[in-house]
């Protein structure tokens, strides 16, 4: 009976594999779903995409399946974009069709399609619309937010002074300026870089970032039908998603006792005003789990993103102290010692803002984009992709590619510079993403990046603890983001 039980127990799972295999073939082929290689019954291809480096695993089955291509993550099909002709004809010219946010757990349990980031349909169309109408109220591309940028590098440069010189670590410094910018538009103020709540929430953010791009975060991303059940590591994720989502929830509280709404002072303000203008609307948008989980978004998407891009950024520089003294003879004959450094000055600095570009490109933050979708059965090439089905445009295969950029692989901001000295624009420069989905912080984040960089290197010279050559700068972590190695610095002032 035992030896019958488990000759079931093997014709069952034969027959479930022949037909998952049957049932795989059927999808690809001309005028159906893309090519890619044989998934697991539910272990889909992680043999072949594995969760250590996400990026380089999915170049790997381009080069053998082409530029549109399927793999399984877990028992769900993906259909990968890879390079940039196929990414930008999904992305802008075919915005509307592939507008849809795809499927990624961690952003779905933890929004529940609520908010700006993970959310679909009206509702995301029309809370973008009002979170990108705020940004540019309160300055994003003004003077404004360009004064408040300025206003807080200043708190910057005092916290590196009181460093006297001596090696730091620049990862909750920078979170905290970064992050103070995106809180004066949202919330309003700014915090002090030593308040123990504010240094927790960047702790939060700092961890969430790590545990996405680790391998239990990646796993999650495949197998969340299954990890929603079982205990570990990535559950912890949520646990840092619900303190920052209770620090917002707190924030609109004190703003609902304070309003006045004839003088919002702040995103969070003037969606409470329009809550009331929509109060009698059954369908609306702009109701409180929104408003928390909206607020939440910016506030995340607006410290951590833009705080690792810098933070990466001058552990390049320390790699390469040669391109850190170009950059600063360049500020000083353009700007000089006794003024700060504007936007403005970006268009007579064709070399620093080379730079710039050149540390966005390198980094390739989010190397894989965050998940697209289509929101009915659309044909792409000689193929159909089926309603629903998860797209990766894989921005690292844009901002890497060879024929563009001589040796990728290689920090070099000529890669943006004509051969007379001057910049040098590229459409295959796309780190925010690109069409309907591109960035709504775009704006903001390269003033940031241009601002603190120019302003750290005009007062500082950075020097590395160890010999440059010795500096390590591949990503410690690179799953849906590349995440820098730890290090420390010395500012010297100049």
């Not at 390198?362 to 992709?385: M, N, Q, S």
């Not at 943006?416 to 295959?428: E, P, V």
Request: with cysteine.
């Amino acid at each position: 009976m035992e030896l019958l039980g488990a000759a079931t127990v093997v014709l069952l799972v034969c027959i479930a594999c022949l037909l998952s295999v049957a049932a795989w073939r059927r999808n690809y082929g001309k005028g159906k779903m893309p090519p890619g290689p044989t998934p697991l019954p539910i272990l889909g291809n992680v043999l072949q995409v594995k969760p250590k480096n996400l990026a380089k695993a999915l170049q790997k089955l381009s080069e053998e399946y082409g530029p549109v291509f399927t793999v399984h993550l877990g028992s769900k099909p993906v259909v990968v974009l890879y390079g940039h002709d196929v990414v930008k004809e999904a992305l802008v010219d075919r915005a509307d069709e592939f507008a849809g946010r795809g499927h990624m757990p961690v952003g779905d349990r933890a929004n529940k399609g609520l908010g700006i980031v993970f959310s679909n349909n009206e509702g995301w169309l029309q809370v973008r619309r009002f979170a990108l109408s705020t940004l540019r109220n309160f300055g994003m591309g003004k003077r404004s937010i360009e004064e408040r940028i300025q206003e807080e590098t200043d708190y910057f440069l005092e916290e590196i002074d009181k460093t006297k010189g001596t090696p730091f670590d620049p990862t909750f410094m920078l979170s905290c300026a970064i992050s103070n910018i995106i809180c004066s538009i949202v919330f309003g103020k700014r915090y002090d870089y030593k308040d123990k709540k504010f240094l927790a929430l960047m702790d939060n953010m700092n961890k969430i970032f790590q545990m996405i791009n680790s391998h239990w975060g990646q796993l999650y991303q495949m197998f969340s039908n299954i990890l929603d059940y079982l205990p570990g590591p990535h559950n912890n994720i949520f646990k840092e998603f619900d303190a920052l989502k209770a620090f917002a929830s707190e924030e609109v509280k004190i703003h609902q006792a304070s309003l006045d709404p004839s003088s919002p002072r702040d995103f969070i303000d003037l969606f409470l005003n329009k809550m009331q203008e929509e109060k009698d609307c059954p369908n609306s948008s702009f109701h409180m789990k929104n408003l928390i989980t909206s607020t939440f978004d910016l506030f995340i998407a607006g410290t951590e993103t833009t705080s690792t891009t810098i933070r990466y950024g001058l552990l390049l520089l320390l790699k390469h102290p040669k391109i850190q003294e170009k950059v600063q003879e360049e500020i000083d004959k353009v700007i000089g010692r006794s003024r700060k450094p504007c936007v403005a000055d970006r268009t007579q600095m064709p070399y620093t803002d080379a730079v710039v570009h050149e540390i966005q490109r390198f980094i390739t933050l989010l190397p894989v984009g965050l998940p697209h979708t289509v929101a009915k059965d659309t044909p792409f090439r000689e193929y159909v992709i089926p309603k629903g089905t998860t797209i990766f445009p894989v921005l690292s295969s844009v901002l890497h590619d060879s024929k563009e950029f001589s040796n990728p692989t290689e920090f070099n901001p000529g890669h943006f510079l004509n051969a007379n000295g001057t910049f040098r624009k590229s459409k295959f420069f796309m780190p925010f993403s690109a069409g309907k989905r591109i960035c709504p912080g775009e704006g903001l984040a390269r003033m940031e990046i241009f601002l603190f960089v120019t302003t750290i290197l005009q007062n500082f010279t950075l020097k590395p603890t160890v010999n440059p050559q010795e500096l390590d700068i591949i990503p410690t972590l690179s799953g849906t983001g590349n995440v820098p190695p730890a290090y420390q610095l010395c500012a010297i002032r100049r």
